[in-house]
């Protein structure tokens, strides 16, 4: 017999309170992201990165600039939409192509989208498998600061010689406090409405101080965000649902017990909650879909092998990123060629970050200590 195996069934996934909570999260998020943009974060975020690092590191600033900037607003999507058009502009006055600055954006918007507290993905991640927010954090970062480390040392190669003809101006610094004190209270362990509610506030505030923002335009903002996240909000309610009709007649249990039959060790089960989220991303193209798809099936899988909830979340949510990252018609690939005038497949060559996650994420699963 196992020893690994738990013969108690694990807790519900999810109850409508949980979807309900969830969906809180969206739309505050999608308020904050669009308040900061608006009075001023992303630009004064890229700036600063761009102008510490020296001259030719182009490449470099520019993918830690999509990193942060991820991190900060939560969304690969709108990472990509803020940079590509800064990305294309380096690319013409540089040695650099236009493909390769586009992926350089798409490879460090999917940086903050598997990590930031506020990324759909995460949140989607944490509450199917019933763990803190922080605590999956500290297990992610292990596999994505490796693999962001390496992707900066090619960059480092690729990049080096790059010139930009002018030099960014650093802006307001003061524009850059809601994202650290966003990113420092939810490390911190803080419920994520307060954390959002406060970052609203500061991002607000700040606006409001320095002129960027009026009552009406403060006003605007919040709804145009949550107009934003209305697709993936709607989307969610009708995956909860299926889910819940399939997890009520038995599916997900039938599903997971299928599954358990090809395992038989708890690296086993992880490999197979990894390939489970990557082809229902690939079908879905969508990450944060397919980790609400998977999910009750993964947490399932970890209660039966022992595996800890944040290391199902973390797996969930990097394979999910790595499989978003690399299809051309996912969101992501669509939204920075458009952007960038190019076909999709010829940015696909140069995901040098995405291709890195995948394979550290497969690392990680193999040779961590149990």
Known sequence: MDTNKHTTPPRKTEDNGGIMLMLLIFILAGAFSSIAKEMGCVDSVVNLTLSVLPGNFI???LFIAACLVSLSIGTSCGTIAALVP????IANTTSSSIPMATAVVVGGSLFGDNLSFISDTTIMAT???GCRMSDKFRANIRIALPASIVTIVAYLFLGYGMQAQTTPEVGNILNVLPYLLVFALALGGMNVIWVLVIGIVAAAAIGLYHGALDMHSLWTSAQNGIQGM????I???IAAVIIDQLRKRGAIEWLTMNMGRLVS???GAELSIAGAVVAVDMLTANNTI?????GPVARSISYRYGIDAKHSASILDTMSCFAQGIIPWGAQLLIAAGLASINPLDIIPFLYYP???GAFTILYILFHKK
């Open 59 to 61: 490449l470099v600033g």
């Open 86 to 89: 800064i990305a294309v502009g």
């Open 127 to 129: 509450k199917t498998q």
């Open 230 to 233: 209305h697709d993936l909000i």
């Open 235 to 237: 989307v969610t309610i």
């Open 265 to 267: 060790s708890r690296r």
């Open 290 to 294: 397919a980790i609400l798809a998977v």
């Open 355 to 357: 291709y890195i996650l």
